[in-house]
């Protein structure tokens, strides 16, 4: 068994329970023997979730308190569109707490990586965390481009570092949902799902992937 795997394992089991403390005493994940391969069984290339391209200006006054109060707000949204409106400002919010010099950067990371050009992403992204490491969607991003690049052990230490910053951070929920289940581990996955729905109910795709999930893990109603 290669030493990169048992570290991509020992990865996703920290993770998985940092994001879930009600796991915490549970044990983690069984090591896969030999033939396991380094990369997913699954053959279907799954996708993160991502900040929408055009996001409305960010709202002034004090970002904690904001944001605080637009979580509530995600929680009781009556529609699916409403949410959506509440997730954008989220999401501007998120992407404007790294002030002028983060948002410039973080402006050349995305022509970067619309260029597919990851590897200057993953640079100006270090940079911008060596100057702002609290900017949680910095983080974030570089999550996003590992788990690109299928660098699934550095995507989940990134993944781990956005919820130690901000433990509701629904896509990084959702992240470390799909990288777990991409790996077979359903029963984790289930449960970063469910703590992404907990925040954000009207997630786009993860209803489904929860209602899938329950049946795989835990069964059918009789």
Request: proline share 9%; no cysteine.
């Amino acid at each position: 068994m290669s030493e990169r795997f048992l570290k991509l394992w020992a990865s996703i089991a920290f993770a998985a329970t940092l994001a879930m403390p009600a796991l915490a005493q549970a044990p983690a994940p069984p090591a896969p023997d030999q033939s396991t391969p380094d990369q997913p069984p699954h053959s279907v290339e799954p996708k993160l979730v991502e900040p929408p391209p055009n996001l409305p200006r960010p709202q002034h006054g004090d970002a904690k308190l904001n944001l605080d109060k637009l979580f509530e707000a995600l929680k009781v949204a009556p529609t699916a569109e409403s949410a959506k409106y509440v997730e954008n400002r989220i999401w501007a919010l998120w992407l404007a707490a790294g002030g002028d010099t983060g948002t410039l950067l973080m402006g050349r990371v995305k022509t970067a990586m619309d260029g597919k050009d990851y590897d200057l992403a993953i640079k100006l992204l270090n940079a911008i965390i060596d100057i702002r490491p609290d900017y949680v969607e910095a983080w974030n991003r570089r999550a996003t481009i590992y788990f690109t690049k299928k660098d699934y052990a550095n995507a989940l230490a990134d993944i781990r570092e956005v919820l130690v910053r901000e433990p509701r951070h629904f896509g990084a929920l959702a992240g470390l949902g799909t990288i777990l289940q991409e790996f077979g581990d359903d029963r984790h996955a289930l449960d970063a799902f469910r703590r992404a729905l907990a925040v954000h109910p009207q997630l786009e795709k993860i209803p489904e992937l929860v209602k899938k999930l329950t049946e795989k893990v835990e069964g059918r109603d009789i």
